[in-house]
């Protein structure tokens, strides 16, 4: 099992450009999310999915949609990036009560 | 609302030296509590949760309904215990969302 997986692994955008961040797990979990995680502010939650094409908003949603085609994908859309998007992104799936993290990625918006 | 705070974003300690990092809850319902660790270059995982009553590493952590909180303790640091430290919530009645606190970055000097 390759687990949840994320690309890039870090992306450079600038201010106004769209990038898709990608997520996948093999683990066959219907609950997916993606987080954000800033300094001092610890991770804080964008969008999650219960299962294929069910999404919902977290706390932070503005400026990212989300789609959920099959169970294995979850990408995450930011549709006109901003400096204030600057983060490292996590994805996780989740069985029970445990949630397991991609590796992240770290995206710059200049 | 929810919400989890970590009141220390940094604490040093010695090797050998018992260590405890603090989380305090505010929520009405009945949570579940988790603690995360992120070692450095690693992936987010899971350590403890509370609802097990395990130890994990040596660590261990019990939820105190009066006071609100489900403080991380270890009697003996390590040095392999340097990482961040992320306390978390979920709503029992929910779907599987948590909420994170700021975290703290734990280092166990040598």
């Known amino acids: 099992n390759a687990g949840v997986t994320q690309t890039p692994k870090f992306q450079v955008l600038k201010t106004g450009q769209s990038m898709t961040l990608q997520c996948a797990q093999d683990m066959n979990h219907e609950y997916m999310s993606w987080y954000r995680q800033d300094p001092g502010m610890g991770l804080r939650l964008i969008h999650y999915s219960v299962g294929a094409g069910i999404t919902d908003q977290g706390e932070v949603p503005n400026g990212y949609n989300v789609s959920r085609s099959t169970t294995e994908d979850f990408p995450l859309r930011l549709l006109s990036a901003a400096p204030s998007q600057t983060s490292v992104y996590f994805c996780?799936?989740?069985?029970?009560?445990?949630?397991?993290f991609g590796p992240g990625t770290r995206l710059t918006v200049l | 609302a929810q919400r989890v705070t970590q009141p220390e974003k940094l604490l040093s300690v010695f090797k050998g030296a018992p260590v405890e990092l603090k989380c305090n809850y505010s929520?009405?319902?009945?949570?579940?509590l988790f603690w995360y660790v992120q070692y450095s270059r690693q992936r987010l995982q899971l350590l403890l949760r509370h609802i097990s009553r395990e130890s994990i590493k040596g660590f261990t952590a019990d939820l105190n309904k009066g006071e609100t909180s489900f403080h991380l303790k270890k009697p003996f640091a390590q040095e392999e215990d340097s990482a961040m430290y992320y306390c978390?919530?979920?709503?029992?009645?929910?779907?599987?969302?948590?909420?994170f606190g700021s975290g703290t970055q734990l280092t166990v000097l040598p």
């Open positions: 996780a799936s989740s069985y029970g009560n445990t949630q397991y």
């Open positions: 929520y009405s319902g009945s949570p579940e």
């Open positions: 978390a919530l979920r709503n029992a009645g929910s779907a599987r969302q948590l909420t």
